[in-house]
């Protein structure tokens, strides 16, 4: 099976989030990679990035969102329906408390003609703070 990515670069857009994962503060615009630092004690980040259904897209076509991120995301959701998460690989480095997991969502059946990625990172203060490094659209012909 052939597959293509396609780089979801930015703009991407960032809000923090309070301790019930609700919205606060203003949406600012962002880069990947992004990491999730702590501020003002909020519980978590929702990054979201809009992109348009690709072209050529037949009946046996699979398509994926591909998450490069040193840690899974507590929520990834398509066009505002939850998305169901699982890892595709992890690469270790030589330092042990660098790990970045590939996290991907099939959304073969729920791509529309312009789509919202959202993805919801929740803020640990015992762990190294999550980073969403790269993410892109795959697509399997």
């Not at 990035?49 to 969102?65: A, E, V």
Request: with cysteine; proline share 6%; charged share 20%.
């Amino acid at each position: 099976m052939k597959a293509h990515r396609i780089r979801l670069v930015g703009p991407w857009e960032a809000q923090q989030l309070d301790h019930e994962l609700q919205p606060i503060g203003d949406l600012i615009t962002c880069r990947l990679p992004y990491t999730v630092v702590p501020a003002q004690n909020p519980s978590g980040v929702l990054l979201l990035r809009g992109f348009h259904r690709p072209t050529g897209i037949g009946q046996n076509t699979i398509l994926r969102i591909i998450l490069k991120a040193n840690q899974q995301p507590h929520e990834v959701r398509m066009n505002n329906i939850p998305a169901k998460i699982y890892e595709t690989n992890r690469i270790g480095t030589a330092n042990l408390n660098d790990t970045h997991g590939e996290f991907a969502i099939d959304i073969t059946r729920s791509i529309a003609e312009f789509n919202q990625l959202s993805v919801i990172f929740q803020i640990s203060t015992t762990e190294t703070p999550a980073t969403l490094d790269t993410a892109w659209l795959e697509i399997q012909d």
